[in-house]
């Protein structure tokens, strides 16, 4: 197993998990889109000042709707799938044969279950996925530099909190150490969010939409990390596989 | 020769680590074309865009929706 190997895989399953998210984003998602860029739509439509606040920024459509929720849809969860994909492969080679007595497939599931948990799951629970006509566009800049400071905070605090399991496990056993490990990740990560600014800006759009355009997003996102994960899990074990054969052949010649 | 075979049946085999030295070329290229591509996808809001316009920023309009991305 070498760090080429396993990224050249984790690439190509992240360009697998982000053809899978786009089909559950497009079949879930988009419709819940549509309803929302409508609701602008008529709103924009009712006030004329709030048209003509927007009229620089809607004029100059250069794509058009149907693009943007096939191709560019499209190309937007290949392009982080493969990101993604790639991320996890390369922690993946490097955790493999460092986290205790986990072998190399289950190193690379807990990983990419970290990293769901980290890079998606938590940001979503402070700052949600929002559809169209729920952000302004005046707190654009805060809302996403709050958004990637948090994701920076819990990436960070989770790979730190691995390391910290790590140092602990030879005193305190693996069970106690990642019980640490875990807690630890919840208070800097739960600090960090607590700390951080809340976003409201939801105003009139209605309950029902909002909540089933997040369920849409938080499947597309699980969609993508399960594929990810399942994925990259059967190529390490078949990387491994075909190394203990390996060995196991020297082995045997070596005996002989 | 006896020995030599019947030590590594006895212990289980630890699962070998990649040298991290062998990591970071690797890590480092794909770090860069990382954060080239979150950037595109997920903050390039058409005041910071490379090519000017809103191109970019529209055409992956709607992953940056569904993947939980600031926006509009
Ligand atoms: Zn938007």
């Known amino acids: ?256 | 020769m006896a020995h030599t075979a019947a030590t590594p049946e006895i212990a289980t085999p630890a699962t070998p680590a990649i040298p991290i030295r062998d990591l970071g070329p690797w890590a480092v290229f794909f770090g860069l074309f990382a954060a080239v591509v979150v950037f595109f996808v997920s903050a390039n809001q058409g005041g910071v865009s490379v090519p000017s316009g809103t191109a970019v920023h529209e055409w992956v309009h709607d992953a940056r929706h569904l993947l939980g991305y600031p926006c509009h």
């Open chain 1, 1 to 256: 197993m070498t760090a080429r190997n396993v990224l050249v895989r984790g690439l190509l399953v992240g360009l697998l998990a982000g053809l899978a998210a786009f089909l559950v984003a497009h079949e879930v998602g988009e419709p819940h889109v549509e309803t929302a860029i409508a609701l602008e739509e008529a709103a924009s439509a009712a006030d004329p000042a709030a048209e003509a606040a927007d009229e620089p920024e809607e004029e100059v459509t250069e794509v058009s709707r149907p693009v943007q929720r096939t191709w560019g849809l499209l190309t937007g969860t290949v392009a982080i799938g493969v990101v993604l994909g790639g991320f996890v492969a390369l922690l993946s080679a490097a955790a493999i044969g460092r986290l205790g007595r986990l072998t190399a497939v289950q190193t690379t599931g807990l990983v990419a279950a970290i990293g769901f948990v980290a890079y998606s799951l938590v940001p979503f629970l402070k700052y949600p996925a929002t559809p169209p006509a729920v952000g302004s566009g005046d707190t654009i800049g805060s809302r996403t530099s709050d958004y990637f400071l948090l994701v920076l905070v819990s990436v960070v605090a989770a790979l730190a909190a691995v390391q910290l399991a790590r140092a602990l496990a030879d005193r305190f056993g693996g069970l106690r150490a990642s019980m640490a490990g875990v807690a630890a990740y919840v208070v800097v990560a739960g600090v960090a969010a607590a700390l951080l600014p809340t976003v409201n800006e939801v105003g009139a759009f209605p309950a029902d939409t909002l909540w089933s355009f997040r369920v849409s997003s938080l499947l597309t996102l699980t969609t993508l990390w399960a594929v990810i994960g399942a994925g990259l899990v059967l190529s390490v074990d078949r990387l491994a596989r075909a190394e203990r054969a390996v060995a196991e052949r020297r082995a045997l010649a070596a005996s002989l």
